[in-house]
């Protein structure tokens, strides 16, 4: 038993750790009209494959830097590619003249203030930065 | 040569009439780029091992031009629906040497939502990978098989193409229809071709994609006398969670000349993703297609399709982000044939294509991708 506690309790400990994790949401302008997004509707957007929202509107994406706790977590849970898979899959999409990778904004300040004021564009967040500014159109 | 220039001014020109700054989100110049160093080494001195259609090649020396290459590209976005891409690409092709030429200048359309004109130079969607077969950072393999990327003849379009894409439910439909001009290369000799009609019809899912198409042409200008040419292909790749698998099929044809250029190819890749590491194992094939009621022509000119088998095994390093490195080890079987893959530029004319290879040959490549 007690072999078992010593055992358990350290994995438990990391496996919180694991469900710690940072909570990323996809969000918009408080302004917007959009409300509930699909994970799918949220991954067509951000891999370019469309550039409305489905109930019309332009939808213009923009990204976290590449060291962001979100990002990762974003696209695996959205599009279910990695960090590598969507790096090929951009030099893909761009070498082909199908599309350039969403613009890079730099912090989650920078990026509210963009979102909040213009309501085509979508970004996304840690659950925790959303205030009366932006809302959240979905959760994976 | 002139032609090219030409389209080349044309579409700086054009990139010209687009706004050259970047303010809000969406009104902007995007200028990128790719390329490839390799190295490559086989184990024959009886010719020269290249890659689509390249003259020349790798020996039991180290050649440095088989894969590599460098690709600028530019894209100006007017707007939300109207766009240019010019992109310039050095790499060797037929002339034994690396070349520099404009390998897209087009116009890109977008009047609405799935909808996508594009117009002028482009590449033609012949395989799963057309368009971004240049770009070894976008690919598992380190080059794609040659028993089937090697067999297209008419690698760009100069036209238009219309595609529509629509969404239902988690499957992604798109169709695509073109028409235009291209460039049939052959044993090292250029035809005009007119008249080229095609479709391509693409199903894709979160982790799998089918791909269906076809091209053709009635008028290809050979000593004057306009000859049929056709090259379908189907295909299908998986991504998903670390497995990469990719297979595909086609078929070239022509009318007069059947028995020369006939062939049907096809492979089949495999790879499992360890992290920043995904080895992968390739089988590809081509077989000559052979009708008795064409056989005279057989004598007359060397064989374009031959047969050859590669078994191929390899390895992707997603070394740092935006550069890769690749190691790749095959073993050609020509059956005694001159194969796809060879050529001897000492020789003269259409000969350069025509050696045979007594022996199975093994090839080692090396390879760093980058993308920037």
Known sequence: ?140 | MKFRVTVAAAALMMSGIFPAYADGLGDYFTYSGFGTLGAVRSSTDEAQFGYNRQLGGATEGVDFETDSDLGLQLTGKANDWLSATVQGLAEKTDADRISMAVEWAFVKVQPIDGLTIRGGRMAMPTFIVSDSINVGYATTWLRAPNEVYGLAMLPLLEGADVTYRKSVGPVALSVTALGGESTLRALGTNYEARDVRGANLQLETEWVTFRAGRVETSEVEVGGTPRQYSFTGFGASVDHNNIVAQAEFVQRRAGYYYNIVSANGWYLMGGYRFGKFTPYAIYSSTDPQYNPDSAPVQLAVPLISNIQKTVAAGVRWDAFSSVDFKLQVERVNTDGTPGISFSDPDLAGALRFDVPITHPVTVVSANVDFVF
């Open chain 1, 1 to 140: 038993m007690r072999t078992f506690f010593r055992l358990a309790f350290p994995s438990a400990m990391i496996f919180g750790l694991g469900l710690a994790h940072a909570d990323v949401v996809a969000v918009v302008s408080a302004k917007s009209s959009v409300t509930d997004l699909t994970k799918d509707q949220v991954s067509d957007i951000f891999l370019g494959k469309t550039s409305t929202f489905p109930k019309g509107g332009q939808a213009v994406p923009i990204d976290q830097t590449g060291d962001s706790p979100v990002r990762d977590e974003f696209y695996t849970k959205m599009t279910g590619r990695t960090a590598a898979q969507l790096k090929s899959y951009w030099a893909k999409q761009t070498f082909s003249g199908k599309g350039t990778p969403p613009k890079v904004i730099s912090g989650d300040a920078e990026i509210k203030k963009l979102i909040a004021a213009n309501p085509n564009i979508i970004g996304y967040l840690d659950k925790s930065k959303i205030d009366a500014t932006v809302k959240a159109v979905c959760a994976p």
